[in-house]
């Protein structure tokens, strides 16, 4: 028997347990006793005595038992019955005595009885609601504190099930809140149910069969031949009675059943449905609260194995430049995450749209891979529709498709096809982490790219760098060598291995520490060349040998401008510098050699000049002036050719001591304000400043910046010399003119030897191009620096600055006698 | 849970219409049969024949015919049902003839001729009918279990049928005391008496009685078409104490008539709720005999 619950019932609880079967007996026992002791009494004869009215009290006692367990309708039921006796012997005795005490008293405990069931049965229904109330409470809180997992709250209910309706079994046919099959779960097993067609008799299972019912209903006598089973001829007999009520979600929909089963023993009834309705109330919401936390669970961790599998991916990616290994990296991981069978990667563009096209031939609806085709073309990301295949299936059996394009800074680099055999096999989560790993891809392939450029671009440079004649050294900010070219190695002997990682110091001495065999601290010469004020240097060969060589050294510098490295370019001058030596000494072997004959030569002359002058013509006088003159300038020249020459020997001797500038200054411009009168020299005092510096020199320096400004002034003007100290403990003395000035490209090449200004008046105005090379030499050598500012037109302003003496040095020093400059 | 990977039949739609059906048909055979039992009864009251006669006929009209209709839906579908019937009607006839024989009221009968063999003979009701009716049950088990007849928790169904029973009839003699003198007709309480009333009872009364009326009827109007507790209460009750509304026009006291039909009534109401609780037909039968055995000792029915 099939037999659908009014819902309208479902809300009534009802429980019939053992205790109330106890209180039953034990309430009809007692109303039977009752009747007998009533009824022998009468009998008897014994109205009169004080019996009756024991046993009329007495029938309190099952009146309040049957309220309090079975409500008011029951109480005043047994009330009535009692008191059906009691109107009788009431009757009886009106009859026979008229009214009286008893009567009155018998009237009174009629009403006793229906008042005792009334109040009874109301303290017992507050009492039961309240106690179900918390039942249900507890119930429920049990329930939902076993929401996170479906297993606790299924076994939940089961044994809730399987206990409150003395069944033999119990189970939830419940849709797998993953995948949305149906699955029959009992206390110990859990399995998915065949879909209606799988059965080869075509017909349903009972389990399939309560699946498709929607509304409560229990099923008796199942074993009986007329049942809605078919018979098992020789096989397991089917079960006696059966219960079964749907799970609903809170939005109506189906969410399984509640299937109770009972092997033996009664059929169930509809008050059985009953029982079950709190339990099943709050046990649908558990179910369904629990099997949102599993798909929550399921989707997290899906999601977690996506992303760990696309970061492992992506790890392996970056470390790697070979496009072959990204490809076979990204097909693998592509097919993981989405847990297709097969996947393709299309790297070439014009492929990509050959197959949009030739698949464009095939379909009707050509809308999707039109899009897909713009989207492709224009650089944007196409709107991927689930159910097209965007193209021809790379594999048999496929039966739905996913792709998502590579795109790096809008342009599509290619795409990634994923199939499967199961239809609608990929969903949004799996496109999504498919297309989070094509935006890896996308950066794999072009750094793949970059890489492949940058190793093209290092070859090329390798052999320019290979190719240059002159030695090339790179190290690091601290001067350990980096790298080294062919011809590095070949001019130091070593190769580049050697050398990694060693100080530049092994390679390069300042030329100096030559000299002197004194070496320096390798401070010194990287700071010479990170300065970059070296521009020679001796290098060290590997057998003993050593080379003179021009260096020209650059830093390398990193993204933020901070210096990273040296880049050291040499090239071997030795022949060079030998031949200047050589020429050197030629030219001071001449100078030298010629200076003392012409001393007696200009000795003579003036001797002659002084002596015969009044014995010789005119035109002699004239010539031996001339010869004079003539000496005398040759011997200045001599003397700064010797004066060069000391100077780059570094024989020139030096005594660097603190000196009052001030009157030195004053005592050169005194000397040339009787040499050449029709200047104006004016001087601006700035008191007594003492500067270190050797005095010979000093002077040499300043006539050599008058002599200049005399040469190229137009007589009459004036000729300003200034000095002033600067915070930064220095002396700044300037000689300014108002010359024709110096053109702007000729100021940088001014203070090279032999270096004259092109000009009309370069020819007109004698000199060697040796004066301001002297100087800058001499002012370089006592730790100073000059420079030029000049305007053509203008006058020309010559600065050289010298290290003021400290206090303490010019304490210890007594200040100096002036002394003639000697030339 | 191998009971739910079994099989539906795929015609399990028409098999529920055809069971749906038949139980449609049956009800309405039992609604016949005691309407036309009753007539049949108050018609034989009208005829004033002998007593002995009157029994017999009534006896074998109702009880037989209701016992005989409620054992044929045990076995209705069984092969030989036709021969089964043929010999069943014979027996129960048979059974209710000697029931009306033996019956200590009537004058001239067993008990006044052989009252001590009255006794023996008298036993032979419930032996006879009920090695009847054990093979046939035995023999249809599921059928037997739909109107109640199973021995699960036998002991507690006998008890609580006893004491339903009891409570109710002595309850009725309680209020006995009070009635007219006249309305009461007791048996006396004598051996032969007691001994043909259970067995009356045990043998042919109370089977049949409980298993058209509750055992059948509750099992056909609320079990399977699905009619409410209440509904189907007053719709047994109502054709059961139609029956006794007959005895009580044949009882010589309007009062006993009353009497009769308010316990009658009351016992109805017991019965289907000690049915629809217990689930076995056992308390019921069992109440059934204890108060209709208490009440026949005061009336003549």
Redesign the interface.
């Known amino acids: 028997?099939?037999?659908n619950v009014n819902p309208k019932l479902l809300r009534e609880p009802r429980h019939?347990g053992r205790r109330d079967?106890q209180v039953?007996?034990l309430t009809?026992?007692t109303?039977?006793l009752w009747?007998?002791i009533?009824?022998l009494a009468?009998?008897s004869g014994e109205q009169s005595i004080g019996l009756f009215p024991l046993l009329r009290y007495g029938a309190v006692i099952p009146v309040a038992v049957t309220a309090y367990y079975y409500g008011v309708g029951a109480g005043v039921t047994v009330a009535l019955?009692f008191n059906?006796?009691f109107w009788?012997?009431l009757?009886?005795l009106s009859l026979r005595s008229g009214l009286s005490l008893i009567t009155l008293e018998q009237v009174a405990i009629s009403l006793i009885l229906f008042v005792v069931a009334y109040v009874v049965a109301d303290l017992s229904s507050s009492v039961q609601s309240q106690t179900a109330l918390r039942l249900a409470v507890r119930d429920r809180e049990a329930l939902l504190s076993r929401t996170s997992n479906l297993n606790k709250v299924t076994g939940f209910i089961l044994r809730s099930a399987r206990q409150a309706l003395d069944a033999d079994?119990a189970?939830i046919i419940l849709s797998n809140p993953l995948n949305g099959q149906w699955e029959?779960i009992?206390s110990d097993?859990k399995h998915p149910l065949p879909e209606p067609g799988e059965?080869s008799?075509?017909?349903?299972?009972?389990?399939?069969?309560?699946v498709e019912r929607s509304s409560p209903m229990y099923l008796?006598?199942?074993?009986?031949?007329?049942?809605?089973?078919?018979p098992?001829p020789g096989g397991?007999r089917?079960?006696r009675s059966?219960l079964t009520r749907p799970l609903k979600h809170s939005n109506g929909s189906k969410l399984g059943c509640l299937?109770v089963?009972r092997?033996n023993?009664?059929?169930f009834?509809q008050s059985d449905m009953q029982v079950l309705d709190d339990l099943v109330l709050a046990g649908q919401k558990a179910l369904e609260q629990a099997g949102l936390y599993a798909r929550t669970d399921f989707a997290l961790e899906q999601r977690m194995t996506q992303l760990a599998a696309i970061q492992r991916t992506t790890r392996e990616l970056n470390s790697n430049f070979d496009m072959r290994n990204i490809i076979d990296l990204t097909l693998q991981c592509a097919i993981e995450i989405t847990g297709a069978e097969s996947g393709t990667i299309i790297l070439d563009v014009d492929d990509l749209i050959q197959l949009i096209h030739t698949r464009a031939m095939e379909v009707t609806n050509r809308q999707a891979l039109l899009n897909l085709e713009q989207a492709i073309l224009s650089g944007k990301t196409p709107v991927l529709l689930h159910d097209e295949m965007y193209l021809p299936p790379f594999f048999p059996r496929t039966q739905s498709q996913s792709l998502a394009l590579i795109q790096r800074r809008g342009q599509t680099l290619g795409a990634v096809v994923v199939e499967c055999p199961q239809p609608q096999a990929f969903d949004e989560t799996s496109d999504w982490a498919l297309s989070l790993l094509t935006d890896h891809v996308a950066i794999a392939l072009e750094n793949a790219r970059l890489f492949s450029e940058i190793q093209k671009e290092k070859q090329q440079i390798g052999l320019i760098i290979d190719s240059i004649a002159d030695g090339l050294i790179t190290s690091d900010w601290e001067g350990h060598i980096l790298t080294m070219n062919p011809a590095a190695e070949k001019l130091t002997g070593y190769t580049a291995g050697s050398l990694a990682g060693q100080h530049l110091n092994n390679i390069f001495r300042i030329s100096d520490e030559i000299k002197t065999s004194e070496l320096q601290p390798p401070e010194r010469l990287l700071n010479l060349l990170k300065s970059g004020t070296v521009d020679k240097l001796v290098v060290r060969q590997r057998l003993g040998s050593k080379l003179v060589a021009s260096v020209s050294v650059a830093p390398v510098v990193d993204e933020q401008e901070k210096p990273v490295g040296l880049v050291v370019l040499f090239r071997d001058i030795t022949r060079q510098e030998e031949l200047d030596r050589l020429q050197q000494e030629l030219i001071a072997a001449i100078s030298h050699e010629m200076r003392t004959p012409l001393t007696k030569i200009s000795s003579i002359a003036e001797t002659l000049q002084d002596q015969m002058a009044h014995q010789l013509t005119g035109r002699q006088a004239q010539h031996l002036e001339i010869m004079v003159a003539e000496t005398q300038r040759l011997a200045r020249f001599l003397d700064r050719m010797l004066n060069v020459h000391r100077l780059e020997s570094a024989n020139f001797d030096f005594q660097i001591r603190p000196i009052p500038i001030n009157f030195i200054i004053e005592e050169t411009i005194q000397h040339w304000r009787k040499t050449v009168p029709n200047f104006e020299f004016v001087l601006k005092e700035s008191g007594t400043l003492w500067v270190q510096a050797d005095e010979n020199s000093l002077f040499l320096v300043l006539n050599n910046l008058l002599d200049n400004a005399v040469k190229y002034s137009p007589g009459g003007t004036r000729i300003e010399v200034s000095m002033e100290a600067t915070p930064d403990e220095r002396v700044l003395v300037s000689v300014k003119d108002q010359g024709k000035g110096i053109p702007a490209e000729a100021q940088t090449r001014i203070f090279e030897r032999f270096y004259r200004v092109d000009g009309g008046d370069a020819q007109v105005v004698y000199g060697h191009g040796l004066g301001l090379y002297i100087t800058k030499i001499l002012v370089n050598a006592m730790e100073g620096d000059i420079w030029v500012e000049s305007e053509p037109g203008q006058g020309s302003q010559f600065t050289f600055n010298l290290p003021m003496a400290r206090t303490s040095a010019v304490l210890e020093e007594k200040p100096i006698e002036t002394q003639n400059p000697g030339h | 849970m191998s009971g739910l990977n079994l099989t539906v039949r795929r015609d399990w739609q028409e098999q529920l219409y055809r069971k749906m059906t038949e139980n449609t048909h049956l009800w309405r055979t039992g609604q016949v049969l005691i309407l036309l039992s009753a007539v049949l009864v108050f018609c034989i009251t009208l005829l004033n024949l002998p007593r002995l006669w009157v029994n017999v006929l009534r006896f074998s009209l109702s009880w037989s015919l209701f016992l005989g209709f409620a054992l044929w839906t045990l076995y209705r579908r069984s092969r030989g049902r036709v021969t089964l019937s043929l010999l069943l009607i014979p027996i129960l006839f048979a059974l209710a003839a000697s029931a009306a024989y033996l019956d200590p009221r009537v004058p001239q009968g067993v008990s006044d001729i052989l009252p001590y063999w009255a006794v023996v003979i008298s036993l032979i009701i419930p032996a006879v009918s009920w090695s009847i009716m054990l093979p046939i049950l035995s023999r249809h088990p599921v059928e037997a279990r739909r109107l109640g007849l199973h021995v699960n928790e036998w002991l507690p169904n006998v008890v609580i049928g006893a004491m339903s029973g009891g409570a109710l009839a002595v309850h009725l003699l309680f209020i006995t005391e009070f009635l007219p003198g006249d309305a009461v007709a007791r048996l006396g309480f004598s051996e032969s008496a007691l001994f043909w009333s259970f067995s009356l009872l045990a043998g042919l009364w109370v089977p049949a009685e409980e298993f058209l009326f509750r055992g059948l009827g509750f099992h056909l109007l609320f079990e399977e078409a699905g009619n409410s507790y209440w509904n189907t209460t007053l719709r047994i009750t109502v054709l059961n104490v139609l029956l006794y509304l007959v005895l009580a026009l044949y009882t010589p006291s309007i009062t006993l008539g009353l009497v009769v039909l308010v316990y009658r009534t009351g016992l109805s109401l017991i019965n289907v709720f000690l049915l629809y609780r217990r689930k076995s037909l056992l308390p019921c039968m069992v109440a059934n005999l204890v108060f209709t055995f208490v009440m026949m000792q005061l009336f003549p029915l």
């Not at chain 1, 008799?201 to 309560?210: K, N, P």
């Not at chain 1, 008796?220 to 078919?230: E, K, R």
């Open positions: 028997m099939i037999r019939w079967r039953l007996a009809v026992l109303i039977l009747m007998i009533m009824y009468l009998l019955f059906s006796a009788m012997e009757y009886a079994e189970a029959l009992t097993t059965q008799s075509g017909s349903l299972t009972l389990a399939q069969w309560l008796q006598d199942l074993d009986a031949p007329d049942s809605i089973l078919l098992v397991e089917p079960p059966l299937v089963i092997e023993g009664y059929n009834a």
